[in-house]
């Protein structure tokens, strides 16, 4: 199922977990993308942009994004009209998530943590983690848009970007599943009402 290029870089992987993770999140990502272009998985053909964000070519295309954790894969669709960057992070995984703080957020998102109570910290911090990560991959831009340079301010179920460009039109989504948090950066150059949908898969292989 998977092109020249992506089989390479499935055998770099040294460990069997990590190349058993590419595979299941680029098998989901053509197999999800098959059924909305009507093209058999294996022949979906990909361009990069400048940045080496992913995309199908042409005008009526889906737009998608793809993110994985250990043990855990999304991938985001929409029509050609969309922005759309997902993030997933498992908010349990080992490491201190505390020494990503100033990496990773702002002071004022920082401030945010520290009003949770403590046993709400680590859960704050990966809801305002992935909400950056999903923005950064809808913007398409790569490391050239620095995580410092715009913020979120979550306030009960309302998600607020703060940026001083392109703060318009943009909405976003977190959906907690389990340990893992799934976050959604979406605008509709069209201007048009949407709503997102989810849906789970398993993906196996026979033995």
């Known amino acids: 199922m998977l092109s020249e290029e992506e089989r390479e870089r499935y055998h770099r992987f040294r460990f069997d977990r990590d190349r058993n993770l590419f595979l299941s999140a680029h098998a989901a990502k053509r197999l999800l993308l098959a059924r909305y272009t009507g093209t058999p998985p294996a022949q979906l053909e990909f361009a990069c942009n400048a940045y080496g964000k992913p995309y199908l070519p042409g005008n009526d295309a889906p737009v998608f994004n793809l993110s994985h ?77 620095p995580l410092h340079s715009f913020s979120f301010q979550l306030d009960g179920d309302g998600i607020a970007l703060q940026t001083e460009f392109d703060a318009l039109g943009w909405q976003f989504e977190l959906h907690p599943n389990g340990v893992f948090r799934i976050a959604l950066a979406a605008r509709n150059q069209k201007c048009a009402p949407w709503r997102s949908e989810l849906r789970e898969m398993s993906l196996w292989r026979d033995r």
């Open 69 to 145: 954790t250990r043990g855990f894969v999304a991938v985001a669709i929409a029509d050609p009209s969309f922005e759309l960057g997902v993030d997933t992070e498992d908010s349990q995984r080992g490491g201190n998530w505390r020494d990503l703080i100033t990496r990773v957020l702002t002071p004022g998102e920082r401030e945010q943590i520290l009003h949770c109570l403590e046993a709400e910290q680590q859960a704050r911090f990966f809801e305002l983690w992935t909400l950056k990560e999903a923005y950064s991959k809808a913007k398409g831009l790569g490391l050239s848009l």
